[in-house]
Nanobody, 119 residues
Framework: VQLQASGGGLVQAGGSLRLSCAAS????????MGWFRQAPGKEREFVAQ????????SYADSVRGRFTISRDNIKNAVYLQMNSLKPEDTAVYYC?????????????WGQGTLVTVSS
């Protein structure tokens, strides 16, 4: 099983990035998917999740209205469009295959991608 996140980088405050997570080795369409992040010196936190069919999404209060999660079950990928980025969004972002939509427990955890937002 592999969940490979990509798309991170350095961006100025107010800018945008789109993260991608490519899944292999799992029946991707069977899983709700989530994005989490961990900033330096802080605990990991939930960012967003999406149901197996993409019809339901939920977001952390800190990103709602700025970030959008989506998925493509043909390409076995989940995305995180991040707009109006703030320095406090700086973190390593991880994708995960969840037990079920509405929970934060995961079956599989991926490699992260670093997002750095400069002020």
């Amino acid at each position: 099983v592999q969940l490979q996140a990509s798309g991170g980088g350095l961006v100025q405050a107010g800018g945008s990035l789109r993260l991608s997570c490519a899944a292999s080795g799992i029946t991707f369409s069977s899983y709700a998917m989530g994005w989490f992040r961990q900033a330096p010196g802080k605990e990991r936190e939930f960012v967003a999740q999406i149901s197996w069919n993409g019809r339901r999404t939920s977001y952390a209060d800190s990103v709602r209205g700025r970030f959008t999660i989506s998925r493509d079950n043909i390409k076995n990928a989940v995305y995180l469009q991040m707009n109006s980025l703030k320095p406090e969004d700086t973190a390593v972002y991880y994708c995960a295959a969840l037990h079920e939509y509405g929970t934060y427990e995961y079956h599989y955890w991926g490699q992260g991608t670093l997002v750095t937002v400069s002020s």
